[in-house]
């Protein structure tokens, strides 16, 4: 099998050949920390988390960079407006992004680096752009001259006459008014760092071809990011890189956005879902079930109720593990990658077909059920490895979620005091007291906890409080 994935810069779907063997380097844009992360930010960190599993699931050696935009002018503008430094506000964000990815299971980067922290890459980055002609200084400010790329616009499909032109060309003194900033001015009360063109802070697109080039050298494997990124960032990375005389990123993937109420997901329209808000509604591993259950390059679109019904779902997997355990005696089943059924490694090589590897999880899960109703117990094992091997890619293995964190210690603490109410109401039935038994029965459903009496013993699952 070979893994195929979309390359926005040809619109085809490729062949993936690493530019070294067994090895990727994969940079994906993170982010700008003026404020906490919504369900919309975590999408691309579910996905490109996702991709790099899958990478090294078929033993690629991935070196991850995922960068924090910590300066730019909305960080600024916040931190006015809260009469803070703006590193205060890029931090205690940046620790928020950091929670969110953790609470969702995302692998940590390799490197994680902050643009503030690169300024001399990036200087050197724009004088090596001057020296070829691509770039110059004026009033302070350094551009680049886009119509001295030839290549300009091709990743997002546009000609540069079509562009809008910015309107405050003149005052800037910019060559042509789509030239865009690498580097800007420092005005008043803002910071600031000294270079060649005098002190002034750096432009958004500069950070990322900078950062790329220093952990992931002058050409890499594989670019992600959302899809709002093509333009102009990512074209903007293009020129910048290129015209320095870097081969940059060999493949541009792209995650779409999250919407609610068919508009993107964003804080201008004012129906931002903060993750920290609803990882108190719906568990965690189910919020990132639900990402995962579209595919990257599809809109999402999001509801307490879609998640709800995603989590459903979820639970049927996680309710045969658990059966599965219970009819073996208890086993525990590990990790193997020569468990996983076949169809679901194509689906993954398809472009990572989430949708259709997860089909195929369900389809085995029906299969694993069918062989619990008939007493097999080895199709059983079997099924449930299967099971597991195929979660783990995913980053949806239970086992990882109950045992990592304080989410997982807090899922093993209520785990303990539910089996403690069930061992009480098993006492109950046994001395016939069905009213006590029936009345812990109610009380753990109005908690959110569905009680399913099997022939193994009771279990319990997470379900809507007072049974909404």
Known sequence: MVLRLHDTSTRTVRDFVSLEPNKVGMYVCGATVQGPPHVGHIRSGVAFDIVRRWLMARDYDVTYVRNVTDIDDKILHNAGHEDVPYWVVAMRNERAFTEAYDVLGCLPPTYEPRATGHIPEMVALMQRLIDAGFGYAANGDVYFD?????????????????????????????????????????????????TPWGPGRPGWHIECSAMANKYLGASFDIHGGGLDLV????????????????GFANYWLHNAWVTTAGEKMSKSLGNSLLVSEVVQRVRPIELRYYLAGAHYRSML?????????????????????????????????????????????????????????????????????????????????VKAHAVVAMLDVLGLNPGDWRSEGQGGRLEGAVDALVKVVLEQRQAARERKDYASADAIRDQLKSAGIEIEDTPEGPRWSVGDPDGK
């Open 146 to 194: 886009v119509r001295a790329f030839a290549e300009y616009g091709s990743l997002s499909g546009q000609k540069v006459d079509d562009m809008l032109a910015a309107d405050d060309a003149e005052a800037r003194a910019k060559r042509d008014p789509r030239d865009f900033a690498m580097w800007k001015a420092a005005k008043d009360g803002e910071p600031f760092w000294d």
């Open 301 to 381: 679109e999001f509801s307490d109720e879609m998640v709800k019904d995603a989590g459903q779902g979820f639970q049927r997997i996680e309710g045969f593990l658990s059966r599965a355990a219970d009819a073996l005696g208890g086993a525990s089943f590990e990790v193997n990658p020569a468990n996983r059924p076949g169809d679901f490694d194509a689906a993954m090589d398809d472009d990572i077909n989430t949708p259709q590897a997860i089909a195929v999880i369900h389809g085995v899960v029906r299969e694993g059920n069918a062989a619990l109703a008939g007493g097999d117990a080895e199709t059983v094992r």
């Open 231 to 246: 333009f102009p960032h990512h074209e903007n990375e293009i020129a910048q890189s290129k015209c320095a005389g870097d």
